[in-house]
């Protein structure tokens, strides 16, 4: 008697995209690089712009944050670096 081989099945892995609740496309929202308190949720203490993934909002978005971030910066209106606490 010969024992036939089963096949093991792989786990189905889920593919799909996960939908991102972007904060903006939701509420109509509009980025602005003078409107600093909204700025800031976006910045690090360290002064770099946080990722889309920690943020969690859209592609579009996230580079209009990124382009308001730094036209705040080159203004004036945010710092490059926090200050340093001794």
Excluded at 9 to 26: A, E, H, M, N, W
Excluded at 39 to 64: A, F, P
């Amino acid at each position: 008697m010969a024992q036939q081989r089963r096949k093991r099945r792989r786990p189905q892995i889920d593919t799909r995209k996960k939908k991102v609740d972007c904060s903006f496309c939701k509420e109509g929202k509009r980025v602005d690089y003078k409107d600093i308190t909204m700025l800031r949720k976006y910045v690090s203490e360290r002064g770099k712009i946080r990722s889309s993934r920690v943020t969690r909002l859209c592609g579009v978005c996230q580079r209009q944050i990124a382009v308001a971030v730094k036209n705040a910066r080159e203004m004036a209106l945010l710092p490059y670096i926090s200050q340093r606490k001794s």
